[in-house]
């Protein structure tokens, strides 16, 4: 079924100006997004002045390079829009959907790593192992976080990323038996055996922040958080497009990108500060991801805002009524058991 005010005759695709409009907007924000990201890193991370910068009185090359970036952000996605008319608005939200997942995944394979890694030189660290294992400077070097965040966790981030991209599972449900298996062996440890140490609460906190940030996005488009299900239960599919794509930008997107914004636009704020100084908890031997933990909330954020734009699109296609609406998970389970 074609959508309304769109044909499918001869089997050319004329879309609406409307549904040109929703994409283009939808990746806009997407686009701009990465932008901002960018700027961030290179204002922070490299000294750059920033793009407010280009209007003041001290512009620069580096200043109006930076304004650019965010130019791009906009003529990006309109070229990709007018290139692509024939694409529909759930073939944009597969491809939103596709890029939140694997930053989920990558997210998930990085809290593994890094947290099986670092809980293990706090361990060695905490009973002397280290300089026996080691010797004396990298003992010394892997107790400051400026040397173990390059050269342990650093190369674990990149190799979550390539796993990331061969692997399918999203590995909410192994994380979820990880947390259970790190706090059975703290209750072990300190019960049985009177041993506990500051880095076992820290792994766990690690790996229970990232099974609930991560899994937000995933949550979202299988209609799985929260709702006043009052009314929305017994609404049509077009009723629950029309309240699905106006909560979206209404109360979902705001909501992400003011966590974004908040958190990243100065190098004090919140999530910039602890990655800036790659910032560690104060309990003396426990683990050194706490600047990884501020990241998480980034991660939470940029997921459910390339979430949102593409559960947004989906629900105007819902709302219009057109063809291929995506199976929930549950739904596809459901099916396969009857």
Known sequence: MASIGESDMGGVYSPTPWTLTYRFLAWSV????????????????????????????????????????????????????????????REDDAAMTAIATYIVKASFWIVLLVGIADAIVSFLRVEGLLPGLFGEEIAVNLGRNQFRAPYIHAPLIVVALILASTT????????????????????????????????????????????????????????????????????DQRTRGLVNAVGSVVLGLPFSLTIIILGMSKPTSIITNPLLSLEVTQSGFGMYIKYLMAAFLAIFAVSMTIQFCGYFLDAVADYRGDSGKRKLDSEVTATHGT
């Open 168 to 235: 399918r599972t999203l590995g909410f449900t192994w994380l979820a038996l990880l947390v259970v298996v790190a706090e059975l062996q703290i209750v072990i440890s300190r019960f049985v055996f009177s041993y506990e140490q500051a880095f076992m609460g820290d792994l766990v906190r690690m790996w229970y922040a990232g099974l609930f940030l991560f899994a937000s996005a995933y949550t979202l488009i299988e209609e799985g958080h929260v709702r006043v299900d009052v009314l929305y239960s017994g609404f």
């Open 30 to 89: 997407v686009a701009t997004l990465l932008a901002f990201h960018l700027n961030v890193y290179l204002s922070f991370w490299h000294g750059w002045p920033g793009a407010a910068a280009a209007v003041g009185d001290k512009t620069s090359v580096l200043a109006w390079i930076q304004v650019l970036i965010y130019a791009a952000g906009i003529a990006g996605p309109a070229l990709f829009v007018s290139r692509t008319r024939a694409r529909t608005l």
